[in-house]
């Protein structure tokens, strides 16, 4: 039984056109590089409530439009479908907004990082990869860790050695290969992709292999089905490589071809820290790319990612979709995390807690306007990180 309507991979930058059958990482067009996108052969005429009946939920509900052949190649632990919950007691004005958390923080390993890894786990078991290797923030390498245990595969984690201990514990817990470096995720990245040359093993960096995309577009396609095919007007999404952000807006335009959704889209909105905003300096300015921006720590270590390898590619979305971006202090940060905490009961990552504050600097700037709907996408467990919140 095959699982996926995969056709190919192509180059969204040049068209270059590869086989899905084979190992692929990036374009091999020198003056390209650009990161890889899965194409699918899409249906039309099929009413996705009735394709979707009776499926567990979980994001491998939407198996066709995901990478694997072959159901005993997929390596799950039951990530997505997470819930879509609307904010009940935070006030701010007029209070004339429907806002909404899409919250990640229940996904095995406590992020949405589950499920790019499970993805491009299972495509990698679905090649006969046994060695993979990732650079990370946290959340991702302990999900490699995680997922390559319950395939049976070997995991190498490079990681800041500033990053808080729970994630370095997961990782030595799932018994992932953990390497702690003096540096940021761009040192990381450095040091991963020398040790893989040199050892024959395979990178899934963020945006460096074509399939952890496709694991994080399932949250556009929960989105869509979770708000009855009527998507919000604003997507708030905090944004480090950004992969979440560029697969949302590729499962809309999936959506779109199979009649599943109309043209309209959301406004989309990188959230950025500002200790690390090259996305919201090259947008503001008006670049294609990003130059590489690192002031150091920030408590939302997802977020501190210098130079995203796709900047072009979320830049390009940011503006087709008519959205902005923005960057958030430490300090508004936490103040922001605290105030969710007690209103909602929520205990969010720091990387959630800036788009409660980014909502209200767009609302002081009526950049939002009243009667909008709009989601808030909360990436991960507070818990993980209180080691770097004052309580």
């Known amino acids: 039984m095959k699982l996926s309507l995969i056709e190919d991979l192509h180059c969204p930058a040049c068209g270059t056109r590869y086989s899905s059958a084979l190992v692929q990482t990036v374009c091999l067009n020198e003056t390209c590089k650009s990161s890889l996108f899965a194409s699918y052969e899409l249906p039309l005429a099929v009413d996705p409530d009735k394709l ?6 979980s994001m491998w509900r939407y198996h066709e439009f995901l990478p694997v052949n072959n159901p005993e190649n997929i390596v799950t632990l039951g990530e997505g479908f997470t819930p879509l919950l609307p904010l009940r007691n ?5 209070n004339d907004n429907q806002v909404f958390w899409k919250d990640e923080s ?3 390993t406590g992020s949405f990082k589950a499920r790019g890894i499970s993805s491009a786990v299972s495509k990698a078991k679905e090649l006969g990869i046994t060695d993979i290797v990732t650079p990370t923030a946290g959340n991702a390498g302990g999900a490699l860790a995680a997922y390559c245990a319950q395939g049976s595969l070997n995991a190498y984690v490079y990681m800041p050695r500033l990053t808080p201990k729970v994630f370095k514990d997961e990782c030595r817990l799932y018994g992932a290969n953990l390497i ?9 990245g450095k040091l991963a992709e020398r040790d893989a040359i ?8 963020t945006l460096k292999e074509p399939y952890r995309l496709e694991g994080k577009k399932t949250m556009g396609y929960e989105i869509a089905e979770q708000f009855n095919w009527n998507i919000p007007d604003v997507i708030l999404y905090p944004t480090g490589g950004g992969t ?20 309209r889209r959301p406004r989309m909105v990188a ?8 996305i919201t300096q090259a947008f503001h300015q008006h670049e294609l790319s990003s130059q590489f921006v690192d002031h150091g720590f920030t408590i939302a270590n997802g977020l501190r990612v210098p130079k995203p390898y796709a900047d072009k590619l979320i830049l390009k979305v940011l503006r087709e979709s008519a959205g902005t971006a923005l960057s958030i202090t430490d300090q508004d940060m936490e103040t922001a995390l605290k105030e969710i905490a007690r209103k909602e009961g929520m205990l969010i990552a720091p990387e959630g807690a800036a788009l409660w504050q980014a909502f209200k600097t767009l609302k002081d700037h009526n950049w939002i306007a009243p009667g909008e709907r709009v989601l808030l996408l909360n990436t991960g467990n507070g818990y993980k990180y209180l080691e770097n919140i004052n309580i």
């Open 244 to 263: 979440g952000l560029i697969g949302i807006w590729k499962a809309f335009d999936e959506m779109e071809k199979m009649g599943w959704i109309g043209s």
């Open 106 to 108: 229940g996904n095995p």
């Open 180 to 188: 702690e470096v003096d540096g940021n995720i761009a040192d990381c």
């Open 198 to 205: 040199e050892n024959g093993w395979f990178q899934v960096s």
């Open 90 to 94: 935070l006030r701010y004005k007029d």
């Open 271 to 278: 959230v950025q820290s500002a200790s690390c905003d090259g």
């Open 52 to 57: 979707f009946s009776g499926r567990p939920a």
